[in-house]
């Protein structure tokens, strides 16, 4: 695998896996695959920003070798301590028996009580800087973006911002920069890795973003831990982490459900014509045949959403519970809601849906719609106008 030479003496090392179709456990599907990004900086001192995950860490060795010994390396940046970019690090240390790891407070508490290396912990705040000769690195904390250890790291005189998770995508490619690849496939990657991992925290990423601004840091260049670096237009992934992180949702209606014999599909149809009428777009998902991850980036997007379910065991069928839960956890405030499903002779699907879009902080515009056995012509009719009306509540 080539290495790439992003700036003078400032290499990317890193590995692209093309295979991986699942990150976090199974909790986030990744079908362009993704990238470990780890970053070589030569001067009087040589310094590795992050490193890869476990199983590829010989792969980032061989990249090392093709720019340096790694036993000249003399520091390894530790911007998170996740284990997809710290896990090589005892890999590295073994080629790399002088490196002092610089990283925060919690990094060094969460690298020991992951590897129990006893390693040589240099702890930093922001405003930290290290000289490495010509350049000095600066370290910006940023805790929750997306874990209590979480920071950036700046190369003053490059303006190059290599930010770990934000900023981010799942995303294999063959080229390395923004201006290598379709800017549209990758961002809607970059979408859905803000939609599934960094929703619950879109405050400080927020806030975050107005301190780099109010510091005034030029940046030329964007290096996150995954995916591609922005060199063309750095202010592209900044202006969508704005809008993502202050109002995200961009209007429409997505209607979700599952259905049993076909009376759910039925009403998320009938509710879907409404929308229509009132000349709102909108999309529909069956969700046991779409992917949940997919679907939470849409919902995202969305300024409304109706969620639907045929009851079992007096609650929602089983491809539906996940999708709630993961809304409660990414806490989706404010999104005008609707619950609907249908019965037989008990019912329970809404009820449990409306506890769970309470949950979530979504804005309920009824009580649901809850149906026994198949709607006729005059329930249809009462769904397209429950439509309407949720179209209508996009403010």
Known sequence: ?????????????????????YFHGHSLSTHRGTTYNAYLILDE???LVDTVYTPVADKLLENIRQIVDPAQID???????????????????????KAQIYCTQKGAEFLEAQ????????????????????RTLTFLEAPMLHWPDSMFTY???????????????HYASSGRFDDEVDVDEMMEEASKYYANILTPFSSLVAKKLKEVADLGLPIKMICPSHGVMFRQNPGLILEAYQRWSTAPAEGGVVIVY?????????????????????????????????????VIEEIMRAGAVAIGSATINRGVLPAIAPLLDELVGLRVAGKKALAFGSDGWGGGAVKVINEYLDKAGMQRISEGVAMRWRPDEAARKALQEIGRQLAESIE
């Open 1 to 21: 695998m080539n290495v790439r030479q992003i700036a003078p003496n400032i290499y990317w090392v890193g590995v692209i896996d093309w295979d991986t179709r």
């Open 45 to 47: 001192k040589v310094a």
């Open 75 to 97: 520091y390894i940046i530790c911007n998170h301590s996740e284990v997809d970019h710290s896990g090589a690090i005892p890999h590295v240390l073994a080629a790399a028996p």
């Open 115 to 134: 590897f129990h290396g006893g390693w040589d912990y240099h702890v930093v705040k922001t405003f930290d800087e290290l000289s490495l000769g010509k």
């Open 155 to 169: 190369i003053k005189e490059d303006a190059i911002l290599m930010p770990n998770d934000a900023f981010g995508q």
């Open 258 to 294: 599952d259905t049993m014999w076909g009376s759910t599909k039925m009403m998320a149809e009938a509710i879907a014509s409404g929308v229509d009428a009132a000349g709102v777009p909108y999309k529909i998902f069956h969700l046991p045949v779409s992917d949940r991850n997919d």
